[in-house]
């Protein structure tokens, strides 16, 4: 008998990937999202990938008597992965109580009923966001949490702390947390990939969006940082790679490997890459001149971050297997592919 697995934001960037990995190992894996910054063709992707389609509910989170609802119909549900979150850092600075509403009420409606119903397993979708500007590099998962920069990056910090207090009070209830780094690429079939609704604010996106003549010009946010080349560096994980790591972390949980109720994993490659590396790296693979400007500075960018993965490739065994010119050849054929660019 399959285990039951729900995905919130399952049609999301990340969520729809895992949902492809879990159903590839037979996990019967049920998706719920408001589709507030996905689409439900993204279903049909997953069906075409992997010939099941999954099951699929529209789902308010900051709605109580729904999400209540919800699981009184799926109270046989063996673990939750939880990626359902607004994560646009600007945006949250200009409406911090949408994503303090958004983020810590979806999360506490899915805890109280995870409780409610005794589901046993959290795999929680969370961020370097969370250690700010690192004073050590690459960071470990025992760097110091700094101040947040965003009401973003403090919404996923309390969220941590609702997490890590809960499977204190709760004998039957653990938890992985993951720090993402920047999830990029595309699943290699080029049927999934990152759909930002509206303009987008992360830079692969927007270096794809840029090459399909759907915006004119990228702009690289400075390149007066103190790296080699003056540009940002961060530590670019392919998506595939990351859904990967959602399913070691799950199976720790489920066969009980868990040495503590509450694990914390940095999921990332451990190696930087400025922006200027990722432009020229997209040209390279993808035999495209890209048309960029550099400009000024974005507000809140952190200067340099990777990760350190080791806790992770040792206890998770868990290693990341694309390069940067797969997610770099991956985002681009997505994007030719949801366009229908011909090249
Ligand atoms: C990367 C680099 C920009 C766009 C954020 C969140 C993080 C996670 C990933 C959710 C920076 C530069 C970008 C552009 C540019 N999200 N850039 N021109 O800010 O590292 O991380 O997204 O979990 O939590 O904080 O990602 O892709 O926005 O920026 O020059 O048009 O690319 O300045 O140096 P970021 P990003």
Redesign the pocket.
């Known amino acids: 008998m399959s285990k039951k697995i729900l995905i919130t934001g399952g049609t999301g960037y990340i969520g729809s990937h895992t949902a492809v990995e879990l159903i590839q190992k037979n996990y019967e894996v049920f998706l719920v999202d408001n589709f507030s910054n996905s689409h439900s063709s993204v279903l049909q992707g997953i069906k075409r990938i992997t010939q099941i389609e999954p099951h699929f509910t529209k789902l308010e989170l900051t709605d109580k008597q729904a999400v209540a609802e919800y699981f009184a119909d799926h109270h046989d549900l063996d673990a939750v992965i939880h990626f359902a ?1 607004l ?3 600007g945006e949250s600075v200009e409406k911090p109580l949408l994503y303090y509403q958004n983020n810590l009420i979806s999360l506490l409606h899915l805890l109280e009923n995870m409780i409610e119903y005794q589901i046993p397993y959290l795999v929680f ?5 969370v250690y700010g500007e690192p004073d050590k590099l690459p960071i470990k998962e025992t760097a110091p949490i700094k101040p947040a ?2 009401p ?2 403090n919404t ?1 910090q309390i969220s941590e702390e609702i997490i890590v207090d809960l499977t204190k009070a709760e004998d039957n209830f653990s938890a992985i947390l993951l720090r ?5 690429g595309a699943h290699p079939s080029g049927l999934i990939g990152e759909l930002p609704i509206g303009i ?8 794809t969006q840029t090459a399909a003549g759907i915006r004119d010009v ?5 390149d007066d ?1 103190d790296t080699p080349d003056g ?4 530590d ?1 994980i392919h998506v595939v790679d990351l859904a990967k790591a959602h399913i070691a972390a799950l199976e720790r949980l489920i066969n009980a490997e868990n040495e503590s109720n509450c694990e914390v994993f940095n999921i990332g490659t451990g190696r930087g890459h ?2 200027l590396e ?1 432009v020229h790296t997209f040209e390279k693979v993808n035999h495209i001149k890209l048309n ?1 400007i550099i ?1 000024d ?2 507000e ?4 340099k ?1 990777w990760a350190d993965n080791t806790k992770a490739q040792k206890i998770l065994q868990w290693k990341p297997q694309f390069t940067i010119e797969d997610a770099l050849r991956d985002a681009w054929q997505w994007e030719k592919n949801y366009r229908g660019i011909k090249t």
Do not use: H, M, Q
Not at 218 to 222: K, N, T, V
Not at 231 to 234: A, M, P, Q
């Open positions: 979150a994560k646009a850092v979708s969370s961020s370097c966001t920069l965003s973003y990056g996923k993402y780094f920047n999830p990029i987008p604010n992360n830079l692969v996106p927007y270096i990228l702009r690289i946010f400075g940082y540009t940002c560096i961060r670019y400025s922006v990722i960029y400009d500075r974005r809140g960018d952190v200067e971050v």
